[in-house]
């Protein structure tokens, strides 16, 4: 006898069995198409899916008509149907943005945690759908608050100089504390170094086994600081009639600051072999779209040079000159097309240039405005974020340092590294300023970026896939065990494998095949002069270079350094303001007792 599950509402029981569905077959936006009177929302445009877009891997539980059919089981149950009759997610539900293609996916991300980390507790209390919506209607609050706030920032310079200042940081304060200066004797340990290096308080004191107590203290620490950044976020998004509700407040607390960036977060984001894994897939997926098919004549000479290896294939004088004829106006006709090839690719490249400093022309100039560092910008959390706009060109962003020096460039090739530096100094401080604030160079790497990087358009696919990958089949993964130290070896040595495998032979050879290998490198490897020894010296070179995201302690500096960037952007008020004050601004002195 099969025993039903206690603790879910009776629209949430297995049913015998759901119709199939196909990933291929997509309904038709019903989000775009029913919008009320009351709500203006735009909505992209639907088109088919395609390889060159879309993941091949996911399955038809990701699919739109799947997705709106979760999302009524879960959410609107009351109105759960199916067919021509149903009704459209967004006459159901309030608008979380401005997009109907994202309000889809982040309902259904909802929707999965709704059902296996609410309904898990509450439906055994009550089947009351009550509480669900109360819950749904502070996230689309909140989410609307951070859309307009996102608005007002400038994520050029979030995404390519702050964000890349911080993993500067950590790269470098990485590899000072695991440089060897003093006798094995004399050492410290790197995490302290590290730590005095990029303090943090919700990382004090460095957890040490040996040491009594520091491992919990820290853990406290840490604790009480997600705690803290969340309750600020949660005193300038939340409505005033809702923050002051102490129960609903500390339960949204408990479960960002715990679920999201205790468990989440903080605690598998950070492992170093959860961020190999993340690189390889990024890495295979770009490499799916860039590796060109095999032809007809590659599959030839590779059958024809395994018959031979085998001695399966005999030629006798006749047959070898024919073969050396064809072997001869072959290679004419396939230099031939290559000159073609290569002289098409030139034709793209300076078209694609043309038109896009002909694009840049029609954008607005960047208002000419002064740096803020040090105290001065720490001062202007309150001001508005369009006072930080453009501060300065794309070609002086901390990207490229950062590149640089993650690659260690420097080192590696040093004019290479000095004849970019000096391009970029005559675009930028020459007479003419092509690269300056509101230069035509400028303004054609801005249209770059809002063209092909920055788009909105990327945003529901990229949550689609993050669905796929947190929840596969609409459920909540098993928890996955943490693999053994050589497992996880083996998970760095794949991640370097697909990196070198990305790169051309000619440049990964150039940087990585160096006659002075990093220290971690063999000697014996380093002498080696086949290409086997070779190939091992690269690999080598790439996983020194993966081994700054070695040490999940460290990672956390880094990680959690993003998140609070990103809230303090978003909500100036939380830099500038403590949790205390942000309260009482909203709800008055007596706001605890109140609460």
């Not at 310079?157 to 911080?166: A, F, G, H, M, T």
């Not at 993050?466 to 760095?492: D, K, M």
Request: glycine fraction near 6%; charge should be neutral; hydrophobic fraction near 40%.
């Amino acid at each position: 006898m099969t025993q039903v599950p206690l603790g879910l509402p009776p629209h949430l029981l297995p049913r015998p069995k759901a119709p199939p569905t196909s990933s291929s077959t997509i309904s038709p936006h019903p989000l775009a198409t029913s919008t009320p009177p009351h709500l203006s929302r735009s909505s992209s445009q639907s088109r088919p899916d395609s390889p060159a877009t879309v993941v091949s891997t996911l399955q038809s539980d990701v699919s739109n008509k799947t997705t709106a059919t979760l999302i009524r089981r879960v959410l609107c149950p009351q109105s759960h149907a199916s067919g021509p009759d149903a009704r459209a997610i967004d006459l159901l539900l309030p608008p979380l943005t401005s997009s109907n293609d994202v309000d889809l996916q982040l309902y259904a991300i909802i929707a999965i945690v709704v059902k296996e980390f609410v309904y898990s507790w509450y439906g055994r209390i009550t089947p009351d759908q009550g509480f669900v919506e109360e819950v749904v209607r502070i996230i689309a609050h909140c989410t609307r608050a951070l859309e307009q706030r996102l608005r007002t920032i400038d994520m050029e310079r979030l995404v390519l100089d702050e964000i890349p200042y911080l993993v500067e940081g950590h790269v470098q304060a990485f590899r000072t504390s695991h440089q060897i200066l003093y006798p094995s004797s004399a050492a410290v340990d790197p995490r302290v170094v590290y730590h005095t290096l990029v303090p943090h308080p919700a990382f004090s004191p460095v957890p040490n086994v040996n040491a009594h107590g520091t491992v919990a203290e820290q853990s406290r620490n840490e604790e009480a600081y997600r705690q803290l950044l969340v309750q600020g976020a949660l005193a300038v998004l939340l409505p005033t009639e809702d923050l002051g509700n102490a129960c609903l407040r500390t339960l949204v607390a408990d479960v960002i600051g715990d679920m999201i960036l205790g468990n989440g977060i903080g605690g598998k984001a950070c492992e170093a072999w959860v961020i190999w894994e993340g690189i390889t897939k990024l890495v295979e997926s770009v490499k799916a779209r860039v590796e060109r098919n095999t032809t007809g004549e590659d599959m030839e000479a590779n059958t024809r040079s395994r018959l031979e290896k085998f001695g399966l294939l005999c030629e006798t004088k006749g047959q070898a000159y024919e073969h050396m004829k064809r072997k001869r106006a072959t290679a004419v006709s396939e230099a031939f097309w290559r000159i073609l090839q290569y002289g098409y690719l030139i034709f793209l490249v300076i078209r694609f240039i043309i038109l896009g400093f002909v694009a840049a022309y029609s954008h607005p100039s960047r208002p000419l405005t002064s740096s803020l560092h040090g105290q001065d910008e720490r001062a202007a959390g309150a001001r508005t974020v369009s006072a930080l706009s453009w501060s300065r060109p794309i070609l002086e962003f901390r990207i490229f340092s950062m590149i640089s020096l993650l690659l260690d460039l420097s080192l590696r090739a040093p004019w290479f590294v000095g004849w970019l530096c000096l391009v970029r100094h005559h675009l930028v401080r020459r007479p003419y300023r092509l690269g300056a604030q509101g230069g035509l160079v400028d303004n054609f790497l801005r249209s770059l970026l809002a063209t092909y990087v920055l788009t909105p358009a990327q945003l529901p696919l990229l949550l689609r896939i993050l669905r796929a990958a947190l929840f596969p089949a609409n459920a909540l993964a098993p928890p996955r065990a943490v693999p053994a130290p050589e497992e996880q070896l083996a998970i760095r040595r794949r991640c370097a494998e697909a990196i070198l495998d990305l790169v051309p032979p000619v440049i990964a050879k150039r940087f990585f095949a160096t006659s002075s290998p990093s220290p971690a490198l063999p000697t014996s490897i380093s002498e080696s002069g086949d290409a086997d020894g070779e190939r091992r010296a690269m690999l080598a070179e790439v996983e020194a270079v993966l081994d700054v995201f070695g040490d999940p302690y460290m990672n956390k500096h880094l990680v959690f350094g993003i998140v609070e960037l990103c809230v303090v952007r978003l909500m100036p008020e939380v830099g500038a303001r403590g949790v205390r004050e942000l309260m009482e601004a909203r709800l008055g002195e007596g706001w605890e007792d109140g609460g």
